[in-house]
């Protein structure tokens, strides 16, 4: 019963970290990532500019104006989408032998990359 209470404990502290520094950032926010019981409240232009994935879906999507994406499949879950989430705001973060597969895997999932869209 203690892992339950612990993953929900860290999933609502990751929820908690992300929320500020994406406020601090003073952009609206226009898209929610749900992951599992996670929900980011983001903006669509910094994750495009670093998902391959997010912008295929965004530009594929039947809605004109896409609020909610669902991202429950990634692999690692929030915790390892927040990271990614960090990445694409360039927010620095550890990386660690605890966490670099789990990164690795969730940033395929994504098809991110670090070069600038034209």
């Known amino acids: 019963m203690a892992t339950p209470l612990r993953s929900n404990s860290l999933l609502s502290i990751a929820i908690e970290r992300t929320g500020q520094w994406v406020f601090s950032q003073e952009i609206p926010t226009d898209v929610v990532v ?11 232009f910094m994750l495009v500019a670093k998902s391959n994935y997010i912008r295929k879906l965004i530009m594929e999507s039947t809605e004109p104006d896409l609020t909610r994406i669902n991202l429950s499949d990634i692999p690692g879950g929030p915790e390892m989408f927040e990271k990614a989430a960090k990445f694409c705001y360039g927010v620095n973060f550890e990386i660690t032998v605890h966490n670099v597969a789990a990164l690795r895997c969730a940033s395929e999932y994504l098809q991110m990359t670090d070069l600038l869209r034209q």
């Not at 749900?34 to 669509?44: T, Y």
């Open 34 to 44: 749900e992951v599992g019981e996670a929900s980011f409240a983001l903006q669509k």
